[in-house]
């Protein structure tokens, strides 16, 4: 509780205590602050340029300035953005989930070098609707999705060349009480190379109808013998927000905890993947 209001003291005293920049910096990222944190590293750019950390408020913001050696260190880039669908379509997307819940079927991790998913509820907990009823949702949202990509260059913002030629696809997933997804990347696969970007689409029906459900980004691609992931940023499913990631980057999703325990008051997304097709 204090990291945050100890933050903005620090910003507002233009401190030039690197150490204390960076310790404060870290800890806000991890809290999901994530405005503080860039405003803590962009201080430390201003006092030290060349200090690792100077860039990492270009990975918070994904800047298109952004130096092609920025992106293999530090933070995993990524793009947010909020109030991301008009309003009314935004209640239609939820009041269209909501009606569709009976349809959910058990989550799956898909590892396998065939593509196949299959359910492993020490890996993943949560519901996902079968692609044969996404197609309205496929109908209404892919549009808006392809021009905020185009509009806002977001492959270039991440540090990812543009594929001549490529395809979206779209999931819809739900996250009640206790629900998870234990920490993966989403093309570690043959069969799933091709996912270039990944993003979530989040919507609930009140911002306190559950907690938790925080997506969480690594620094770390990988970690060799069991090397903890312990740095890391944390974003907030705010609803009628959207965020975009490199698949390759190491992940997961947060429990989620619903106190009434309905499933319709849990973390529903939008979720999915641009992916380059092979010529």
Same mark, same amino acid.
């Given at each position: 509780k204090l990291v945050i209001p100890m933050a903005k003291s620090l910003i507002a005293s233009e401190s030039n205590c690197i150490d204390s920049l960076v310790q404060l910096g870290e800890q806000c990222r991890q809290l999901g602050a994530l405005q503080e &944190?860039?405003?803590? *590293?962009? +201080? $430390? @750019?201003?006092i030290a340029p060349d200090h690792i950390h100077a860039a990492f408020a270009q990975h918070?913001? &994904?800047?298109?300035?952004?130096?092609? /050696? #920025?992106?293999?260190? @530090?933070?995993a880039p990524f793009v947010q953005a909020r109030d991301f669908l008009r309003k009314p379509l935004r209640d239609h997307l939820l009041h269209q989930m909501t009606n569709d819940l009976q349809k959910f079927e058990d989550a799956k991790v898909?590892?396998?070098?065939?593509? /196949?998913?299959?359910?492993?509820?020490?890996? /993943? /907990?949560?519901? *996902?609707?079968p692609f044969d009823y996404t197609s309205t949702y496929t109908e209404s949202f892919l549009p808006e999705l392809k021009s905020f990509v185009q509009s806002s260059s977001i492959l270039r913002r991440l540090g990812i060349t543009n594929p001549s030629r490529m395809r979206f696809e779209v999931?819809?997933?739900?996250?009640?009480?206790?629900?998870?997804?234990?920490? #993966? $990347?989403?093309? @570690?696969?043959p069969a799933l190379k091709n996912r270039k970007v990944s993003y979530v689409y989040?919507?609930? +029906?009140?911002?306190?109808?559950?907690?938790? @459900?925080?997506?969480?980004? *690594?620094?770390?691609?990988s970690a060799l013998n069991d090397e903890p992931f312990s740095s890391y940023t944390r974003i907030h499913p705010m609803d009628n927000s959207i965020v975009f990631f490199d698949s390759s980057r190491m992940h997961e999703v947060l429990p989620t905890f619903v106190e009434n325990k309905k499933r319709e008051d849990g973390r529903f997304? $939008?979720?999915?993947?641009?992916?380059? $097709?092979d010529e």
């Amino acid at each position: 509780k204090l990291v945050i209001p100890m933050a903005k003291s620090l910003i507002a005293s233009e401190s030039n205590c690197i150490d204390s920049l960076v310790q404060l910096g870290e800890q806000c990222r991890q809290l999901g602050a994530l405005q503080e &944190a860039a405003e803590l *590293y962009h +201080r $430390i @750019g201003k006092i030290a340029p060349d200090h690792i950390h100077a860039a990492f408020a270009q990975h918070l913001l &994904a800047v298109p300035e952004a130096n092609k /050696r #920025h992106f293999d260190e @530090g933070p995993a880039p990524f793009v947010q953005a909020r109030d991301f669908l008009r309003k009314p379509l935004r209640d239609h997307l939820l009041h269209q989930m909501t009606n569709d819940l009976q349809k959910f079927e058990d989550a799956k991790v898909y590892d396998n070098a065939d593509g /196949r998913g299959e359910s492993n509820p020490n890996l /993943r /907990r949560g519901k *996902y609707l079968p692609f044969d009823y996404t197609s309205t949702y496929t109908e209404s949202f892919l549009p808006e999705l392809k021009s905020f990509v185009q509009s806002s260059s977001i492959l270039r913002r991440l540090g990812i060349t543009n594929p001549s030629r490529m395809r979206f696809e779209v999931q819809v997933t739900n996250y009640s009480d206790g629900e998870f997804f234990a920490r #993966h $990347i989403d093309n @570690g696969t043959p069969a799933l190379k091709n996912r270039k970007v990944s993003y979530v689409y989040y919507v609930s +029906r009140t911002e306190s109808s559950f907690q938790g @459900g925080d997506l969480i980004l *690594y620094d770390k691609r990988s970690a060799l013998n069991d090397e903890p992931f312990s740095s890391y940023t944390r974003i907030h499913p705010m609803d009628n927000s959207i965020v975009f990631f490199d698949s390759s980057r190491m992940h997961e999703v947060l429990p989620t905890f619903v106190e009434n325990k309905k499933r319709e008051d849990g973390r529903f997304s $939008i979720n999915g993947w641009l992916l380059a $097709i092979d010529e």
